[in-house]
């Protein structure tokens, strides 16, 4: 192995790495201490060394607030070690290299960390560069000055050194990579093969690099890595460079809070003392990045990038999901699509490839990270792929993605384009390159890498918001939504998919900023079933739950076991858990609510908490049964357990509702209180199971009357597009209820997949109150909480549709019928799909925002032969037709369209033999 080799300045030792294969060299010196006199100043060229340099250790970190000492997300996730060794004498980098010998030519990756030009440095366990190295890359980490060491500017800097007034720490990182530009073929590295590549202030640090103009010659790729960020008020960007003269102006009022007098006296002052006047400076006035200064920089990085004022080479960035978002949109995202969109106006020869990270992070346990989202820099770990070193509980899935993300990035680096085969020497996922014309993007997601996201949900910045409301694979149904702070929880059952009864799973909680309805997130287990003591094997099931806060101020989960007819009770001190069993409902001498004799058994709680008071609604009447009479209502203590108001019954069931407003909408299960203005809406599921109706009362404690249908998962009664009696989807038991999210009301509800009772989807439709508080019924459509029609861009996945049924519009679920269904089992995050498709055959979608729209496209498989004809309303003529034929891959086809605009269905019916399978729809324009 090459563990000792020679550069410009003598020779240098490395040692094995944690695969022997690789050598890792730590602590090169790549120019002069910058103290002293060379404080303030650009880096110097590094003095020759006799001997043999032994590059074991790292260097000293650049000069910066030390590490590990805070309790903040950062100080746990990698800046854990206060006793590592920090000067202003910082300037070295590390390589990790797998060449044999040091004629390889190897290509090169140049690193620069992030840290917001203020802290960071190149030993954190992050960027190990081994598993890039194992993959046949020569891997670079470079440090450079921070702060008010690396860019501070004074009119005294600028008289001294008028060519160098600033920017010292993109000095550094410049000077280190034309080191390495000189020097790396002693590692076997490639001197004409590097890209240069950073994350946060690092990627900035990328672009600064690439639009520099004595680096033109030496870059040949470069990754931003969520890099690039502008702020809607130019006034309000903390990211957009001072002119010289205005930093010059912030470092005089620096000097001035520091007592010296000029920049003799302010390079006598020791680290420390600079650094503590430095911070104590930065509460009132802002910190120190790099500037305008007419020299290495002489105008905005990014704007110099869309004039195409920067290397002429291939760029890969992107962004995490949860970063730097206003209004629920991520500002990296929105300026790196602008940005780069811009740009190729201007070349559009030029390949760029963007990327989003979005998969489930796991919390750390520490308090408020139970689920962090996709923070800032967390995508780190995948790229370098050295997740094991990160404390959080990765899973399996997620070092399959990690493998994945490392190979796009290797091959990027090895050739500028990150399509290709990986580590185990498969293919890819193609990766197709981001033009304006055709805004292809990377979704790097649990699952793996996945091509623009499913299809074309996302648009722009923001996910729509489509139903099902969460992915594909997740089967969350009985949903009692919550909006607690700025977020909506959703509260329910948990479904398998192929499971052979309702509600296998443990209870999990899903949420979404209520700004952004398209962004739901996982934020784990909240309750598993073995956590009740009647349940410590598992063998019961959770079945419909509900949740109310206290008048603590604490969270508490109401629910049912499947074979007891009791009310258990859990507590957490935040909404999404995790809960511990609290205990059950039970009357004053200790008997459990539906033991006592007299009661009815228990069944599918809701709850409600006003002034104190805790009103809890039950109740299950199966048709035909006379034991059971209706929903009840039973009043707690503030206990939150104990039985103030013995069961009352407020609605009644199947054989108790003749000649009442009930008859033929009574209640069957799933009580759900809420309130709207001073009227209590009780909504239940009713006889008929499809529907969930409500009542109404000024009193929690009733009496209730009937209201009528809010929404049928079947959308019986609809007859604005179809005639009422008529079922358009495959339907079953219903349950959910309404709420109200950032000023606007939905109704929640489920629908079923697979062809089974048993793996149910969650859904929502906006509603709407008339003046007299009453409740239309909604048709169910595929937009649910987008707040409007879907655009009409991008690629849609087909299990979307809101509308699937045969000639014979069956009203509920039958086995074989057509249906949404996904590849595998239960907990694999794949796409849904429609199959089975025959002969008469209908799949409805609800709305569009069509704009010029002149064809469809479509992916089919399974073996058919025929055509899909396509109209935008049920009774309404053919406005085109898809011929296609089976195949045994998703296979694409065309037809043509008269111009439409405005908002729209889109209906397919397919015409012809043998059994098709729908993936997906895209408009042509």
């Known amino acids: 192995m090459l563990r000792t080799t020679k550069v410009e300045n003598g020779l240098v030792k490395g040692l094995a790495g944690e695969d022997p294969r690789i050598t890792v060299y730590r602590g090169i010196p790549f120019a002069k201490p910058p103290i002293g006199e060379n404080r303030f100043r650009a880096p110097q060229p590094c003095d020759d060394w006799e001997g043999t340099l032994e590059a074991y250790d790292f260097g000293p970190i650049s000069y910066q607030d030390t590490p590990g000492i805070g309790g903040g997300l950062y100080d746990r996730e990698w800046h854990v070690d206060p006793e590592i060794p920090m000067s202003e004498d910082c300037l070295y980098l590390n390589i990790w290299t797998p060449a044999k010998r040091a004629d390889e030519k190897l290509p090169v990756l140049v690193w620069y960390f992030g ?45 001294e050194n008028p060519e160098a007034p600033g920017n010292f720490g993109l000095l550094d990182q410049r000077f280190g990579l ?22 946060s202030a690092g990627g900035s640090s990328t672009m600064h690099q690439l639009t520099n ?6 870059v040949k790729g470069a990754a931003i890595l969520s890099g690039i960020i502008r702020m809607p008020k130019m006034d309000d960007d903390i990211f957009r460079p001072l002119s010289l003269s205005q930093a010059e102006d912030l470092g005089a009022q620096f000097f001035e809070s520091l007592g010296v007098k000029d920049l003799s006296e302010a390079r006598k002052l020791t680290s420390k003392e600079l650094l503590e006047g430095y911070d104590k400076f930065a509460q009132d006035h802002p910190r120190m990045f790099p500037i305008i200064d007419g020299k290495f920089c002489d105008s905005d990085p990014v704007e110099r990038f869309v004039n195409r004022k920067c290397a002429d080479v291939p760029v890969m960035s992107g962004n995490t999901s949860d970063e730097f978002k206003i209004d629920g949109i991520s500002m ?18 030029q390949k760029f490839y963007y990327y989003r990270f979005d998969p489930d992070i796991p919390g750390d346990g520490h308090p408020g990270d139970s689920y962090p989202g ?21 899973e399996g899935h997620h070092y399959d993605l990690q493998r994945q993300m490392c190979d796009y990035y290797a091959n990027f680096i090895k050739t500028g384009n990150p399509n290709g085969e990986g580590y185990d020497k498969l293919p890819l996922p193609e990766w197709t390159p981001y033009t304006p014309e055709n805004p292809a993007e990377m979704e790097f997601l649990g699952r793996g890498a996945v091509p623009r996201l499913e299809g074309g949900i996302r648009q722009n910045s923001q996910k729509q918001a489509v139903n099902p409301y969460l992915p594909s694979w997740e089967y969350i149904p009985d949903g009692e939504p919550y909006v607690f702070g700025d977020r909506v929880y959703v509260y329910g059952s948990h479904d398998l998919y192929q499971g052979e009864t309702f ?64 009310v258990s009770v859990a507590v957490s001190d935040t909404p999404a858990g995790p809960f511990k069993f609290y205990g059950y409902v039970h009357y004053e001498d200790g008997t459990k609510l539906g033991e006592k004799e007299g009661d009815e058994p228990q069944f599918d709680p809701g709850v409600i908490t006003e002034n104190g008071v805790i009103y809890l609604f039950t109740g299950f009447c199966g048709q035909g049964d006379k034991s059971r009479h209706g929903a009840m209502l039973t009043v707690l203590g503030e206990d939150m357990l104990t039985v103030k108001k013995a069961p009352k ?23 759900s209180i809420r309130k709207h203005g001073d009227t209590y809406y009780f909504v239940y599921s009713s006889e008929v199971m499809h529907e969930l109706c409500y009542a109404t009362s000024k009193d929690p404690e009733g009496p209730y009357e009937y209201g009528g249908v809010i929404v049928s998962n079947c959308d019986l009664h609809i007859d604005s597009y179809k005639k009422a009696e008529e079922a358009t989807a495959y339907g079953a038991n219903n349950h959910g209820s309404i709420v109200e999210i950032a000023g606007q009301w939905y109704i929640f509800y489920h629908r079923h997949t697979n062809g089974t009772w048993f793996s149910r989807q969650g859904c929502a439709e906006k509603i709407n109150f008339e003046a007299d508080g009453s409740i239309k019924q909604v048709e169910i459509t595929s937009c649910g909480l987008n707040n409007g029609p879907l655009s009409d861009k991008g690629e849609y996945p087909a299990y979307i549709a809101c509308n699937i049924f045969t000639k014979e519009h069956k009203i509920y679920v039958e086995a074989g019928a057509p249906r ?42 399974a073996y058919y032969n025929g055509t899909f004809e396509i109209r935008t309303a049920l009774d309404g003529e053919v406005l085109g037709e898809i011929k296609g034929i089976g195949s045994n891959i998703w296979t694409s086809f065309e037809g043509k369209l008269p111009e439409l605009s405005g908002t729209h269905a889109l209906y397919l019916t397919y015409k012809g033999t043998g059994n098709a399978s729908l993936a997906s729809i895209e408009f042509l324009h």
Request: glycine share 12%; proline share 6%; charged share 20%.
């Open 178 to 199: 034309h080191w390495v530009h000189r020097n790396i073929a002693a590692f076997g590295g490639d001197p004409d093969r590097i890209t240069i590549s950073g994350q």
């Open 503 to 566: 509600c296998l799973g443990d209870y999990v909680c899903w949420s979404a900023p209520v700004n952004d309805l398209g962004e739901w997130k996982y934020e784990g287990v909240s309750y598993p079933k073995v956590s009740d003591p009647l349940n410590p094997d598992g063998h019961m099931c959770l079945y419909a739950p509900d949740v109310t806060v206290g008048p603590d101020g604490k969270y508490y989960l109401y629910y049912v076991l499947d074979k007891v007819c009791i």
């Open 820 to 861: 949404v269904v996904q590849e595998g089992g239960d907990g694999d995050q794949n796409p849904g799909y429609i199959k089975d498709i025959v002969d008469g055959t209908t799949i409805g979608f609800k709305y569009f925002d069509l704009k010029k729209v002149t064809g469809l496209r479509i992916k089919t498989r």
């Open 115 to 159: 840290g917001g030009f203020q802290w960071g440095y190149t030993a954190e366990m992050e960027f190990n560069g081994e598993a890039l190295a194992k993959r046949g890359i020569v891997v670079v980490s470079v440090a450079y000055r921070l702060g008010c060491f690396g860019f501070l500017a004074h009119k005294d800097i600028t008289a």
């Open 649 to 671: 019954f407020i609605a009644p069931g199947n054989q108790y509702s003749q000649g009442t407003p009930y008859e033929g909408h009574a209640f069957f299960e799933a009580p």
């Open 332 to 349: 990296v995202e929105s300026s790196v699509k602008s940005a780069f969109g811009d740009a190729h106006k201007n070349a559009p020869d």
């Open 374 to 394: 996709t923070f800032h820099s967390c995508d780190l770990w995948f790229f370098f792929g050295n997740l094991a070193k990160c404390h959080r509980p990765y």
């Open 213 to 218: 103009p004595e680096n033109y010659d030496i």
